[in-house]
């Protein structure tokens, strides 16, 4: 149980093109997602936390405008990298914690999306 | 930044047990202890978090000492597919669980 799935798993595209990776929760609700980021030979990065139905919250230094999230439903969130350029080039990674009390419910890791932007 | 302690690397011999150890001296009473683990260009992997009792389950145990101040991850009998990045993780209380992440131990086992 608790699987999360993201995609797509890589993708290779030009400077200025926009970008969206869907982070899905297979056999749990989620109410909450979180977003990494992690850079070669570095830890993960939080970039931002998102609730369902709700505004995401960015961490700081992380731009709202470049990196949009939605989390329409319980199951699904998206990142969409806008108008991305050759520094945007990382590996983002997507988890989701089931719903319910407490903040002892861990959290579940997609496998991450490797983005390359020529 | 993170407020753990993890030993930067680590080896261990197949079918040893591979005992991680974690120093979070300024965990909070509500605060779990969490541990995951990366292998290679993958997502991290959930293994296991306790409050303050010791946890097992298929994968690992979880010893937490008496004054939360440390905790040791144990492998019982580590395999090559265990060699990956172990992350102690201390989250909750009011943030909505944030995981902060640092730089973990690089866990090597050897045949």
């Known amino acids: 149980g608790a699987v999360v799935s993201q995609h797509p798993s890589w993708v290779i595209c030009k400077s200025g093109t926009s970008v969206k990776i869907e982070c899905r929760s297979l056999?749990?609700?989620?109410?909450?997602m979180f977003w990494y980021r992690q850079f070669p030979k570095q830890s993960l990065m939080l970039m931002a936390t998102s609730n369902e139905g709700s505004k995401a919250t960015y961490e700081q230094g992380v731009e709202k405008d470049k990196f949009l999230i939605n989390h329409a439903s319980l199951t699904l969130s998206t990142l969409t990298v806008t108008s991305a350029h050759p520094e945007d080039s990382s590996f983002y990674i997507c988890?989701?914690?089931?719903?319910?009390?407490?903040?002892?419910?861990?959290?579940?890791f997609g496998d991450g999306t490797r983005l390359s932007i020529l | 930044d993170a407020k753990t302690t993890q030993p930067p690397s680590m080896d261990c011999a197949e079918g040893r047990a591979a005992n991680l150890p974690c120093n979070h001296s300024?965990?909070?009473?509500?605060?779990?202890v969490y541990w995951y683990r990366q292998i290679h260009s993958q997502g991290p992997q959930y293994i296991i978090h306790?409050?303050?009792n010791n946890e097992t389950n298929e994968m690992a145990s979880l010893i937490i000492t008496e004054d939360r101040k440390s905790s040791t991850l144990i492998l019982p009998h580590a395999t090559l597919r265990d060699t990956a990045v172990y992350y102690c993780i201390v989250a909750g209380g009011g943030s909505q669980g944030n995981l902060i992440f640092g730089k973990g131990t690089k866990l090597s086992v050897k045949p």
């Open positions: 300024t965990i909070s009473g509500n605060e779990y």
């Open positions: 306790g409050l303050k």
């Open positions: 056999d749990f609700q989620a109410t909450t």
């Open positions: 988890s989701a914690r089931p719903g319910g009390t407490g903040y002892n419910q861990p959290q579940h």
